[in-house]
């Protein structure tokens, strides 16, 4: 039973540049929530997905967006990237039907903006 | 104040010693409640759901205290395999399964 899948694993870009991070959803599981986790603090809830929509939304910025495919999977766009930005982002999957609040979590993509 | 808040730590303790962990949370409607553990450069993972009535897995003992918004985990004869960072984690209410997490407890098992 594979678990939540994050690509890429690392990632470092330049301030301004653009990113795209991908998850895939545990087997089972059709509902995405996308986090941040700066160094030294919990992770911070960006959105969530169900059904192709962003169904939540935390607090951050418009420059944060994603998808969410047919087949449960989804990215997360950054546009403008700003030093601020470098964090881990983790990708966490749960399902409504099976105790939705009990989320999974993948590796997560580590992102380093300079 | 945040939402979420956790002893800073970190814990020192030696093998065989039992340790507890505290959390506050801010909002009275949160209904689920959690422990996760993150080992160094690694995602959270799942340790242990809470519940009213307080529940146990083995070493580790959760309660949950609604009246005082107070959540506690207890490990007993800790192992160094225990030393992680612990998140207390409460859901966001009317957010359908979105998550608060507190900064996190560090502990470190000395043999």
């Known amino acids: 039973d594979a678990g939540v899948t994050q690509s890429p694993t690392h990632l470092i870009k330049t301030r301004g540049q653009q990113v795209t991070l991908r998850c895939s959803p545990k087997s089972g599981h059709d509902t995405v929530s996308w986090y941040q986790q700066a160094l030294g603090q919990g992770p911070q809830f960006i959105f969530q997905y169900y059904e192709e929509e962003e169904r939540q939304r935390g607090n951050f910025p418009d420059r944060f967006s994603g998808h969410q495919f047919p087949n449960y999977s989804s990215e997360l766009n950054v546009n403008a990237l700003l030093l601020g930005d470098s964090a881990l982002y983790l990708c966490?999957?749960?399902?409504?039907?099976?105790?939705?609040?009990?989320?999974?979590f993948g590796p997560g993509t580590r992102l380093t903006v300079t | 104040r945040k939402e979420v808040e956790q002893d800073p730590g970190p814990f020192n303790v030696p093998e065989g010693a039992t340790v507890a962990f505290n959390c506050t949370y801010s909002?009275?409607?949160?209904?689920?409640f959690f422990w996760y553990r993150q080992d160094c450069r690694k995602e959270p993972k799942l340790l242990m759901s809470?519940?009213?009535s307080g529940n146990e897995d083995g070493r580790f003992t959760a309660q949950l205290n609604r009246a005082s918004q107070y959540i506690s985990l207890l490990i007993r004869d800790s192992k160094l395999s225990d030393s992680a960072t612990y998140l207390c984690?409460?859901?966001?209410?009317?957010?359908?399964?979105?998550?608060?997490f507190g900064k996190g407890t560090s502990l470190l098992v000395t043999p």
């Open positions: 966490a999957s749960s399902s409504p039907g099976l105790g939705g609040h009990e989320q999974y």
């Open positions: 909002n009275s409607a949160s209904q689920s």
């Open positions: 984690v409460v859901n966001i209410p009317n957010s359908g399964y979105a998550l608060n």
């Open positions: 809470v519940y009213s």
